[in-house]
């Protein structure tokens, strides 16, 4: 008798679930966990570099005798930024001038010469052996007058030398001599950078190349905005320490004033989409430190809390890693649900 009361109660128990979950339709709404192609990105450590960056250094010998430039200083391109002295540069091209002058005289009177025998020789009062002296006198005098000429040149390329000028606009970083200092061709003076061509370094890991699938769409975000970047280049060669491969993107010239040389970013960059199973946002209920949803079982009528493992939120919807399977209906207001869910155990005891 008391088996039969049990199989009753059992049976009322479940009408009366079934009766509360079918009360509460016009207010609990569902939908089914589904498997969608969600887009993946990659986010990576870039750092903003300056595409010009120069050391400028000294191509002759001598004496610092001026540095305009102090580190942080602007300049323009083409400004006299350091000075080497210029006594024993400006000696050496006035005495190559001279020998220029010379060289230049004794080629006209070696001409006027050679011209002078030309006319005898056309009238037979010569012999060709005198013409062929004076040729040759007048072609070796125009040889020492280009070379006189070369060594002028070369003078004073150098006495150009003496003055360093800035190859671009840029600001100066960093000083490598001192007024006075005794430098010799090759010594590094100053370093410079341009702050109007700016771009990101990106080091991405062998492992990650394959997966990336538009580098040309990439982003970062600084200083709370996303900018998107540019011309994306890749370099094919991966570095020896740590076996990553680079990209180098391009910032636009509107975003340079926010960005610096040096300056840490976050890079975004998509990478092939990926099957995901999702479920709306709103969905997912938060019990203390657990997440989970209200899942309905319709088979058996009944309505449980499932603790689940989420993902990332993407535009499909909230991705879920574990706990749910595809196809599975589960609560779209987990407060209404947890009202259904308190009566269904009231039901049950």
């Given at each position: 008798?008391?088996?039969?009361?049990?199989?009753i109660a059992a049976i009322l128990a479940t009408s009366l679930?079934?009766?509360?979950?079918?009360?509460?339709?016009?207010?609990?709404?569902?939908?089914?966990?589904?498997?969608?192609?969600?887009?993946?990105?990659?986010?990576?450590?870039?750092?903003?570099?300056?595409?010009?960056?120069?050391?400028?250094?000294?191509?002759?010998?001598?004496r610092i005798v001026d540095l305009p430039f102090e580190v942080?200083?602007?300049?323009?391109?083409?400004?006299?930024?350091?000075?080497?002295?210029?006594?024993?540069?400006?000696?050496?091209?006035?005495?190559?001038?001279?020998?220029?002058?010379?060289?230049?005289?004794?080629?006209?009177?070696?001409?006027?010469?050679?011209?002078?025998?030309?006319?005898?020789?056309?009238?037979?009062?010569?012999?060709?052996?005198?013409?062929?002296?004076?040729?040759?006198?007048?072609?070796?005098?125009?040889?020492?007058?280009?070379?006189?000429?070369?060594?002028?040149?070369?003078?004073?390329?150098?006495?150009?030398?003496?003055?360093?000028?800035?190859?671009?606009?840029?600001?100066?970083?960093?000083?490598?001599?001192?007024?006075?200092?005794?430098?010799?061709?090759?010594?590094?003076?100053?370093?410079?950078?341009?702050?109007?061509?700016?771009?990101?370094?990106?080091?991405?890991?062998?492992?990650?190349?394959?997966?990336?699938?538009?580098?040309?769409?990439?982003?970062?975000?600084?200083?709370?905005?996303?900018?998107?970047?540019?011309?994306?280049?890749?370099?094919?060669?991966?570095?020896?320490?740590?076996?990553?491969?680079?990209?180098?993107?391009?910032?636009?010239?509107?975003?340079?004033?926010?960005?610096?040389?040096?300056?840490?970013?976050?890079?975004?960059?998509?990478?092939?989409?990926?099957?995901?199973?999702?479920?709306?946002?709103?969905?997912?209920?938060?019990?203390?430190?657990?997440?989970?949803?209200?899942a309905i079982d319709e088979q058996n009528q009944s309505l449980?809390?499932?603790?689940?493992?989420?993902?990332?939120?993407?535009?499909?919807?909230?991705?879920?890693?574990?706990?749910?399977?595809?196809?599975?209906?589960?609560?779209?207001?987990?407060?209404?649900?947890?009202?259904?869910?308190?009566?269904?155990?009231?039901?049950?005891?």
């Amino acid at each position: 008798m008391l088996r039969v009361k049990t199989q009753i109660a059992a049976i009322l128990a479940t009408s009366l679930v079934s009766m509360s979950l079918q009360a509460s339709e016009g207010t609990l709404a569902s939908t089914k966990a589904q498997l969608v192609s969600v887009p993946v990105s990659h986010q990576f450590q870039g750092v903003i570099e300056a595409v010009n960056k120069a050391q400028v250094a000294a191509q002759i010998s001598g004496r610092i005798v001026d540095l305009p430039f102090e580190v942080g200083d602007s300049v323009v391109a083409g400004q006299v930024i350091a000075r080497i002295t210029q006594a024993e540069t400006q000696s050496g091209a006035e005495a190559a001038i001279a020998q220029l002058t010379e060289a230049k005289t004794a080629l006209s009177e070696a001409q006027r010469q050679y011209d002078r025998i030309a006319a005898l020789y056309e009238k037979r009062l010569v012999a060709k052996a005198q013409l062929d002296t004076a040729r040759q006198a007048r072609d070796a005098a125009r040889a020492r007058k280009d070379a006189a000429q070369a060594q002028v040149d070369a003078a004073q390329t150098r006495l150009e030398y003496t003055e360093i000028a800035a190859p671009y606009s840029g600001v100066v970083i960093e000083r490598l001599v001192s007024l006075g200092e005794t430098v010799m061709p090759g010594t590094p003076l100053l370093t410079g950078i341009a702050l109007d061509q700016l771009r990101v370094r990106v080091k991405v890991p062998q492992s990650r190349i394959t997966t990336i699938a538009n580098a040309a769409s990439a982003k970062i975000v600084a200083q709370g905005l996303a900018i998107e970047l540019g011309n994306a280049r890749f370099v094919p060669s991966a570095e020896r320490s740590s076996q990553g491969f680079t990209y180098l993107f391009d910032i636009p010239q509107q975003q340079k004033a926010t960005l610096l040389p040096g300056m840490l970013v976050e890079v975004d960059m998509p990478g092939d989409a990926q099957t995901s199973l999702v479920v709306p946002d709103s969905a997912v209920a938060q019990r203390g430190e657990l997440r989970g949803v209200y899942a309905i079982d319709e088979q058996n009528q009944s309505l449980s809390f499932r603790r689940v493992r989420i993902g990332k939120l993407t535009s499909e919807g909230r991705e879920i890693d574990a706990g749910l399977l595809e196809g599975e209906r589960v609560a779209l207001d987990p407060v209404a649900a947890a009202i259904t869910y308190k009566e269904q155990n009231s039901v049950a005891e």
